[in-house]
Each structure stands twice: as structure tokens, then as C-alpha cells.
């Protein structure tokens, strides 16, 4: 399974208005509950008004298009990076998982990974 690698620093934040997004920016996330409005973006582009903020984000998905009858790939990346002790912010779309880990811990999941037969790209 190949995982690629997002090139830039990304936040996890909360915004008070769904307003305060740019969402002609070219990556972006954003989960909306009747507690919250959550976004994972780009750090040059989040919002001057959040919430809360944690930056230092860094990122890889699984490439390709997922189908809905696969189980447990999220699970066992998951599994295998707490198993060496990194945490993680998992995002799904339609096609695929993403996964944050914060920025230290970035090369190491990714060497990881690699040492249990995932390919990086």
C-alpha cells in the first residue's frame, strides 16, 4: 500500500464562524457537529479568528481510491504508530484516509511505516 506524503505544515483548529474559512484554498477540512466547527488546514491559511489552534501538524493519506468494503486500514496504521508511541489526527473523505501526526514525530512514523512494508511516496 503506497502512502504519500502532504509537502506542507498543516493546523488543527476550531473556528466560531464557518464564514471565517477560505474555501477557495486548495486543501482543507472541515467537520461541522451542533458542538463545534472543526478545520484542517494549510498553517498559511487559517483563519486570524480560531478558537482554539494547534499547529505543527505534518500529513500522508493512503493513495488511491478506498472502497467502502475494505476494513481495518485504518486500524492497522493507527495501530502500528501507537504501538511506537505517536499520536495521531485521522481525516476520511470520500476516497481515502489522511493521517496527522504531529511535525517531531513526522519522519519517524514515515521510517515506521516503511519498516513494515508500507511504500512512501
Known amino acids: 500500500m503506497n502512502l504519500k506524503q502532504i509537502q506542507?505544515?498543516?493546523?488543527?483548529?476550531?473556528?466560531?464562524?464557518?464564514s471565517d474559512i477560505d474555501?477557495?484554498?486548495?486543501?482543507?477540512?472541515?467537520?461541522?457537529?451542533?458542538?463545534?466547527?472543526?478545520?484542517v488546514c494549510k498553517t498559511q491559511d487559517t483563519?486570524?479568528?480560531t478558537l482554539e489552534r494547534d499547529d505543527g501538524w505534518r500529513?500522508?493519506?493512503i493513495q488511491g481510491v478506498l472502497d467502502f468494503s475494505l476494513i481495518g486500514i485504518l486500524s492497522k496504521l493507527s495501530g502500528i504508530l501507537a504501538e511506537h508511541q505517536i499520536g495521531i489526527f485521522a481525516v476520511s473523505t470520500y476516497n481515502t484516509?489522511?493521517?496527522l501526526v504531529k511535525e517531531e514525530n513526522f519522519e519517524r512514523a514515515l521510517?515506521?511505516?516503511a519498516s513494515e512494508?508500507?511504500?512512501i511516496v
Open 117 to 119: 512494508g508500507y511504500t
Open 23 to 39: 474555501i477557495s484554498a486548495d486543501f482543507y477540512f472541515i467537520g461541522r457537529t451542533d458542538e463545534e466547527v472543526s478545520l
Open 111 to 113: 521510517k515506521v511505516l
Open 59 to 61: 500529513g500522508f493519506r
Open 8 to 18: 506542507y505544515k498543516l493546523t488543527v483548529c476550531k473556528v466560531s464562524d464557518i
Open 97 to 99: 484516509d489522511y493521517i
Open 47 to 49: 483563519p486570524m479568528n
